[in-house]
């Protein structure tokens, strides 16, 4: 696959070294992006156009419309890490063109692809009960931190990833302890197949946690993502079990990467080319990122008449 490079944003030499080693990859070129050795600028984006099948977008400032649907209307495969500059309408826009156009446009939610999915299949994932808990160390410098986009986003979109239903209802409540914006969020998510979850994110812990736990009949799941792992208690109905224990557990453990997120675009671009070769909608795709967003405007909406501070 002939690639090319749009912006700097997290495009650095050492990301450009870890995408040159893939052998699905050839990097043709960069436009408007930072002098990296080896890498041929262009000044031109339809010269670059010209020459590739697909474009990365690394940086937010290079993700407007305007650019993104010159690319989708040139038939150019599209991975983009962003589309925060794009509202709505525009991304709705975008679908339509790829649609039109035959390609494949990628977003970058990065966890969506953890290792512990894969862990999890066997075990036909239908959670009826599922709590997340997001908590950071306090910060004084963290003011600008958003509970919502920063914190809590991840462990919507895993939410809605294992839920895998559309949503019913949506209540949200937070409080300011320190900062005079949310600094304790709590969503409780109701969707149609009967699966509740409890969502808490915190930016004024005393220690880091990051937890997804769910429940559901003869399954019960744990993801610690802070020591990467994945716990499962399986009720197998042919285990005698102990007064205190029932079921039997699995543990699944991920190595921890040096550099976790090429890691995550490793996976991420594996899988943008599988779905190109073989013609799939991406589980990454814009209607995914559509229905996470709409679930994170529903909360910030909420918290504008539940919000309460005490600064």
């Not at 967003?293 to 909360?299: E, G, M, P």
């Amino acid at each position: 696959m002939r690639v090319g490079i749009i912006g700097a944003g997290n495009f650095s030499g050492k990301v450009f070294s870890h995408l040159s080693d893939n052998l699905s990859l050839t990097i043709v070129g960069g436009y408007d992006v930072p002098g990296i050795d080896g890498l041929e600028s262009f000044c031109d984006l339809n010269d670059l156009l010209g020459l590739v099948d697909s474009i990365f977008i690394f940086d937010i400032l290079s993700s407007g419309y305007t650019t993104l649907s010159e690319i989708v209307k040139q038939g150019k495969n599209l991975y983009l890490e962003s589309p925060s500059l794009c509202s709505r309408r525009d991304l709705r826009n975008l679908e339509m063109l790829a649609y039109e156009s035959g390609t494949i446009i990628q977003i970058g939610l990065k966890q969506r692809f953890y290792n512990f999915y894969s862990d999890l299949e066997k075990y036909n994932i239908v959670p009826r009960i599922l709590e997340s808990s997001r908590f950071v160390k306090f910060n004084k410098k963290s003011t600008q931190l958003s509970v919502i986009d920063d914190l809590m986003l991840h462990d919507i979109d895993v939410t809605l990833k294992l839920a895998n239903a559309e949503v019913k209802s949506i209540y949200s409540t937070a409080v300011g302890v320190y900062y005079k914006d949310p600094d304790v969020v709590n969503t409780r998510i109701e969707f149609y197949n009967g699966c509740v979850a409890n969502l808490s994110a915190s930016k004024i812990s005393n220690k880091e946690v990051h937890q997804t736990k769910f429940f559901q009949n003869n399954t019960y799941c744990s993801i610690d993502y802070v020591k990467q792992l994945l716990k499962v208690q399986n009720n197998t109905r042919d285990d005698e079990g102990t007064d205190e224990e029932w079921g039997v557990k699995t543990t699944y453990s991920q190595a921890k990467d040096s550099d976790g997120y090429l890691a995550m675009l490793d996976k991420e671009i594996n899988s943008f080319y599988n779905c190109i070769a073989n013609n799939v909608e991406p589980s990454a795709g814009i209607s995914q990122y559509l229905q996470l967003q709409s679930v994170t405007d529903k909360i910030k909406e909420q918290l504008e008449r539940n919000f309460t501070t005490n600064a």
